[in-house]
């Protein structure tokens, strides 16, 4: 059974970085692609970025390119979330996920396996 533990999450000021991390176990085979969904308060889950594990290859959603970096550590099994600039809108649970494509017409799909999330709250 896959696993997901996500770490990171923090009280942390506008403007200030933050990284996240999830570390993925229990896989019977390849990892194909692993990323991150976010849900704020009273809203939906939101795509945020997905990496593919073999080429490294990212995705991200529109709205937050530039501020959020994924990378994936093949070694450690582990996805990163690198959040630079942080703004009050980014407070969120943000979730880890597997096996997340994307299309431009649809969004972020596909996800098969979710982590508990880890809570990230910006001040202003």
């Known amino acids: 059974e896959v696993q997901l533990v996500e770490s990171g999450g923090d009280l942390v000021q506008a403007g200030g970085s933050l990284r996240l991390s999830c570390a993925a176990s229990?896989?019977?085979?390849?990892?194909?692609?692993i990323g991150w969904f976010r849900q704020a308060p009273g809203k939906g889950r939101e795509g945020v970025s997905c990496i593919s594990a073999t080429d490294g290859s990212a995705r991200y959603a529109d709205s937050l390119k530039g501020r959020f970096t994924i990378s994936f550590d093949n070694v450690k099994k582990t996805v990163y979330l690198q959040i630079n600039d942080l703004k009050p809108e980014d407070t969120a649970t943000y979730y880890c996920?597997?096996?997340?494509?994307?299309?431009?017409?649809?969004?972020?799909?596909?996800?098969?396996?979710w982590g508990k999330g880890t809570a990230v709250t910006v001040s202003s």
């Open positions: 996920v597997t096996e997340c494509y994307h299309s431009y017409a649809h969004g972020f799909y596909g996800m098969e396996s």
């Open positions: 229990g896989f019977t085979g390849s990892m194909r692609t």
